[in-house]
């Protein structure tokens, strides 16, 4: 085991999984995470996470160190050391970041009775609540442009979130204002602009908006969910900016002794199983 594989190791074992959002239930040889809990938290597979810590994979991308980053809820300093043992760059300011602030994972770990996601400045899922994979599906399967909500907008259009002519045009627009002004804060990023010509090539409807003078923006919407196993319900949507950072989190809410509300309730219960 290499120096990286250890350190990453000694930063699993110090985890405890309640400050995760995970059960603690169980026996475990160690207090900390499991090799496959960090696994999910960062998205990547149990066998790289082994390969990783048995140095037997020593050139993850600044996206993995990122994640692990993220999931192991590393300092800025670490973060810095992670990157230093991996013999990777930092993402440089001219690169969308994905890294979240403690402050913000606090919200998504503690902010359990409400769907909510966190999207960087290209609208790319980073994180997520288990009650958000619960409503819209488990997001921690969907890999490169399948976690970008803009994409996944065009490519599947209508997933579990149901929207009228108009508020499919309405959010189209603020999403390529979006886009736009992310572009020109970041025109540098090749993950971004490669995002961008890929949907401006495939898609007609997006290469027409983009071409067009039009802005728009987030505003709190009514949006209709059709869950496979509760059924449909209508709910909250919410786009909080994070101060300081191009990080948007996007929470669902339900009004108190509603149809809604239970459902959520329902589903905080059953998370991802299915109801048969």
Same mark, same amino acid.
């Given at each position: ?9 000694? &930063?699993?074992?110090?985890?405890? =999984? $309640?400050? @995760? ?9 160690? =207090?900390?995470l !499991? ?6 938290? #960062? ?11 048995q ?23 670490e !973060?810095?050391?992670?990157?230093v ?6 993402? *440089?300011?001219? !690169?969308?970041?994905?890294?979240i ?19 960087? #400045?290209? &609208?790319?899922?980073?994180?997520w ?8 599906g488990?997001?921690?399967? &969907? ?32 999403? @390529?204002t979006?886009?736009?002004? *992310? ?22 409807? /997006? ?9 728009? /923006? ?10 496979? $196993? @509760?059924?449909? /319900? ?13 990080l !948007?989190?996007v ?26």
């Amino acid at each position: 085991m290499g120096e990286l594989g250890r350190t990453l190791h000694a &930063w699993r074992d110090r985890v405890r =999984p $309640e400050e @995760v959002g995970l059960p603690a239930g169980g026996q475990r040889r160690a =207090p900390g995470l !499991r090799r496959e809990e960090l696994a999910h938290l #960062a998205g990547l597979s149990v066998d790289y996470i082994v390969r990783l810590e048995q140095g037997r994979s020593d050139s993850p991308s600044a996206q993995v160190l990122t994640a692990l980053a993220r999931a192991l809820r590393l300092s800025d300093a670490e !973060r810095n050391h992670l990157f230093v043992l991996a013999g990777e760059v930092e993402p *440089s300011p001219g !690169r969308i970041s994905a890294y979240i602030p403690p402050g913000v994972q606090r919200i998504v770990d503690q902010l359990d009775g409400a769907p909510l996601c966190v999207c960087d #400045a290209a &609208w790319t899922m980073i994180t997520w609540n288990p009650l958000f994979a619960a409503m819209i599906g488990d997001s921690s399967q &969907w890999r490169g442009w399948w976690r970008n909500i803009i994409y996944r907008h065009f490519v599947a259009p209508g997933d579990r979130v149901v929207q009228t002519p108009e508020q499919q045009r309405d959010f189209r627009i603020a999403m @390529v204002t979006d886009l736009r002004a *992310s572009l020109a804060r970041y025109p540098h990023d090749a993950d971004l602009s490669g995002l961008i010509d890929e949907l401006r090539t495939r898609y007609d409807d /997006f290469a027409q908006l983009w071409d067009q003078p039009v802005v728009g /923006f987030h505003q709190t919407e009514r949006k209709l969910i059709r869950h496979p $196993e @509760v059924g449909d /319900f209508t709910i909250d949507c919410d786009v909080l900016a994070v101060p300081g950072s191009d990080l !948007r989190i996007v929470v669902y809410t339900a009004a108190p002794n509603t149809e809604a509300a239970e459902k959520l309730r329902l589903l905080s219960v059953i998370g991802l199983q299915a109801l048969t």
